[in-house]
């Protein structure tokens, strides 16, 4: 039975995760401010800084801005690609929503449970002094539990049991809501929401109607999905232009300042100024969700490639490569077009994608060492390319295969 209630994380889910609204309101407040608030955004994902106390932080260092300025720079950000459709969608279905923040202003919340037509909001409490922010925040969804404690009066007051409530969540900050709803969707996933999700959704909100009617969402590949895999798969061209033109600390060097170029480039391009050639491409490759924020995949595939060219023998180092551009690209679009059975503790991965992964990465790696090295390193590879884990897989994937590689 479809779901009567479907409640939304809002960070992540309706507004890009990579382009929150305090990523919008620092860039007046220094460079300073703006790089300490990347360092807790870092540690909060990697579980080392509980949300609380990342929130306190993170406002604090914004005491003395207008509360004129904040809301600004909150209608600055866009949402994410399908999100007025799907709510149109879920109110013709006959579903209630609920958007519950525990990052956002509870005022900026209910603007934008306006703007979608939703029946539910909640978010933070900011204490003003006048209209000037104290630094100071408050309310139930900041404390452990909070969350559930919403919820559990949005239900309460619907007369609904947890059967009657799906959930739509990116990270694990939502999964104190598990026990209230029957039903996790995990859209753009971390780590821990990945292994937990009864469904993984990783690129377009549309799908989600399907998936609460009881069906399957079934992805399709798109242009953008094939020219991003093989600007992927190019960098197999890497070791070869080691072995016949530079050697592997020139090409290292070069990937360094060409993740550096790329990344002013991303960020020129999210506050509207393209850069020839480089924003061209990716507004090419990236998918809809992935144009609306800061897109980090080419610098941790980069980084991937670059480390293994300096941490380990030239054809251990080269087969991990191999690993990396063939296998996670093969894996990707085959899992998109025809993964049908789905990794239990990764349900945005399949059992076909990382076969097909396999073999490839085995193909590749197999250019550079002998069968029996290439297969364990391919192996290596696509473990770590089918985990849930808190670090990109384009980094660990050449990591993993090229070590487990050398020590063989």
């Not at 002094?129 to 239900?155: C, F, Q, Y």
Request: charged letters at 15%.
């Amino acid at each position: 039975m479809p779901p009567k209630l479907v409640v939304f994380d809002v960070e992540g889910v309706l507004i890009p995760k990579r382009r929150f609204l305090l990523f919008e309101v620092v860039r007046g407040h220094g460079l300073g401010v703006f790089i300490k608030l990347i360092i807790i955004g870092i540690l909060y994902s990697l579980g080392l800084l509980s949300l609380k106390s990342s929130l306190r932080i993170i406002y604090r260092s914004l005491k003395g801005l207008s509360s004129e300025d904040l809301f600004s720079h909150f209608d600055s950000i866009p949402l994410m690609p399908g999100s007025v459709e799907l709510f149109q969608k879920l109110k013709a279905m006959g579903m209630k929503t609920a958007l519950i923040s525990s990052g956002l202003p509870d005022v900026f919340v209910a603007d934008l449970a306006r703007s979608l037509q939703a029946d539910y909001y909640s978010g933070i409490r900011v204490d003003m002094k006048g209209s000037v922010l104290t630094g100071e925040i408050s309310g139930d969804v900041i404390k452990e539990g909070g969350k559930a404690v919403v919820l559990e009066s949005i239900m309460a007051s619907e007369g609904l049991s947890a059967e009657s409530c799906a959930l739509i969540a990116d990270d694990r900050n939502n999964l104190q809501l598990q026990r209230i709803c029957g039903l996790i969707i995990g859209f753009n996933p971390d780590y821990v929401m990945g292994r937990k999700a009864d469904y993984v959704v990783n690129e377009d909100l549309l799908e989600i109607p399907t998936i609460l009617e009881g069906g399957t969402a079934l992805s399709h590949i798109s242009a953008s999905n094939i020219l991003r895999e093989l600007i992927h798969i190019s960098g197999l061209i890497v070791p070869f232009i080691c072995i016949y033109l530079f050697n592997n600390l020139i090409v290292a060097l070069l990937l360094f300042a060409a993740v550096a170029i790329y990344s002013v480039s991303e960020l020129l391009r999210i506050y509207g100024t393209n850069v020839p050639i480089i924003s061209t491409i990716t507004l090419w490759a990236a998918d809809r969700s992935e144009l609306q924020e800061f897109n980090t995949a080419p610098i941790f595939h980069a980084f991937g490639i670059a480390l293994s060219l300096l941490v380990f023998p030239p054809k251990i180092g080269y087969a991990a490569i191999a690993v990396l551009t063939l296998g996670d690209s093969l894996a990707s679009l085959i899992g998109k077009r025809y993964g049908r059975t789905k990794i239990p503790f990764n349900r945005g991965k399949s059992f076909e994608g990382s076969f097909v992964g396999l073999v490839f990465a085995f193909l590749g790696a197999m250019l550079f060492v002998d069968p029996t090295t290439a297969i364990i390193g391919a192996s290596a590879g696509m473990i770590v390319e089918s985990l849930p884990l808190p670090i990109d897989d384009n980094l660990l994937m050449p990591l993993a295969a090229g070590l487990l590689m050398y020590l063989h």
